[in-house]
């Protein structure tokens, strides 16, 4: 193997040569032009003719040579070369593609070449000068091409990393308000174990009711990650015939709701509809907890639940007392990562859970009128 790089004199747009940090040797990655030349006069014309363009030319034996090395910016085969036909294929088929530069015989050679995936061919015998020009233009294009290469690698990575933080908003949101139940509840079991003043005046019903409010809490973690995994793996789960008053009764006896705010549960209809049970559940859950937290500052604060059919459908309705939603953010609220809480949301809530009602054929809207919020879950009757 030979390499040219010797100064070039009137060179275009000259390059200084990069060293390895560590090492302190000379790193070719970048400048180098690999070469398969057939031996004659061809061979100094090309070499002269890289280095005025202010690149480094490295003649290789082989085609397995040029093939395998992979730091050449630019190559130039000659298709008097032995096995020069195969490495302008694979060059053509290799991310070297549109940056080579095929030295030819005749007009068949060059159509051949061109059709095969070479950027440009010149007739032999070659003149340094011109060999000059074409490197350098497609020097400057190759660098284009890393460049945008580069820029959308950095977008790729912003994305990714946004995917991540998104996420992980989600996994917060799912599992900041059972885990807070869980560790709340624990500590004050221990308390009430530890201090033999407060365990002589619990009773035994008061302990059981603080264990199953751990229970159900840690179950809902682990239904939250479930449901987090059945998502990402994106498999299809079919809707079953479910009974949506019983999934309201389950979502509201597990939702935390420490104040002690009446639910009411209207049955206007035993409705069964085409729905995944845990997944419906989650969305009842989400509804009720944003209820919950809307009615904070109500005087008499109220949620009532509807089960209907109306229109052929089957629904179920959510309405809390609260201060309900401001029309110039009504058309948000559904957003990803929009929220109304403050430091307190996360935005993803309601955003998944019409993502949810979409894969079991539903539909999550926000009805209009009436004081406070009211959503209205919307389902296939079964």
């Avoid at 003649?59 to 630019?74: R, S």
């Avoid at 074409?134 to 950095?154: G, M």
């Avoid at 109220?302 to 089960?307: A, E, G, K, S, Y």
């Amino acid at each position: 193997m030979m390499i040219s790089s010797s100064p070039p004199g009137g060179c275009i747009d000259p390059l200084p040569l990069p060293t390895d940090c560590e090492s302190g040797l000379l790193d070719l990655g970048g400048l180098s032009v690999g070469a398969l030349i057939a031996p004659g006069p061809d061979a100094d014309e090309v070499a002269k003719g890289i280095e005025e363009a202010g690149l480094i030319a490295i003649e290789v034996g082989t085609p397995d040579e040029l093939l395998t090395q992979k730091g050449w910016l630019l190559s130039v085969v000659d298709v008097a070369a032995p096995g020069a036909e195969a490495a302008i294929l694979g060059l053509s088929l290799s991310r070297q593609r549109g940056r080579l530069v095929a030295l030819v015989r005749n007009p068949e050679e060059e159509m051949t070449s061109l059709r095969r995936g070479a950027s440009v061919a010149l007739r032999k015998p070659v003149r340094a000068d011109l060999i000059a020009w074409h490197v350098a233009r497609l020097k400057d294009q190759a660098r284009q091409s890393y460049a945008e290469r580069d820029a959308i690698e950095r977008v790729s990575s912003e994305a990714r990393a946004d995917s991540v933080q998104r996420i992980a908003a989600v996994m917060s949101h799912e599992l900041c308000g059972p885990l807070t139940a869980v560790v709340a509840g624990a500590g004050l079991l221990r308390a009430q174990l530890r201090d033999d003043r407060v365990c002589g005046r619990a009773s035994w019903d008061d302990l059981e009711q603080l264990a199953n409010e751990i229970e159900n809490s840690a179950n809902r973690v682990q239904r939250s990650v479930e449901e987090m995994r059945s998502l990402t793996r994106g498999g299809v789960r079919r809707s079953t015939c479910t009974e949506l008053a019983e999934v309201v009764r389950e979502a509201i006896t597990e939702t935390p709701n420490s104040r002690q705010v009446p639910i009411a549960l209207q049955v206007v209809s035993n409705e069964h509809a085409l729905a995944i049970p845990d997944l419906l559940r989650h969305v009842i859950d989400n509804l009720i907890a944003n209820a919950l937290h809307a009615v904070r500052s109500a005087r008499s604060p109220q949620v009532t639940i509807r089960v209907y059919a109306l229109n052929g459908e089957s629904r179920i309705s959510v309405r809390d007392n609260g201060a309900g939603v401001p029309p110039d953010l009504r058309d948000r609220i559904f957003e990803p990562f929009f929220t109304t809480k403050g430091e307190e949301g996360t935005g993803v809530g309601l955003a998944l859970c019409r993502e949810l009602m979409a894969r079991m054929g539903g539909a999550l809207t926000l009805a209009a009128g009436g004081r406070g919020a009211c959503f209205r879950v919307r389902l296939r009757p079964a």
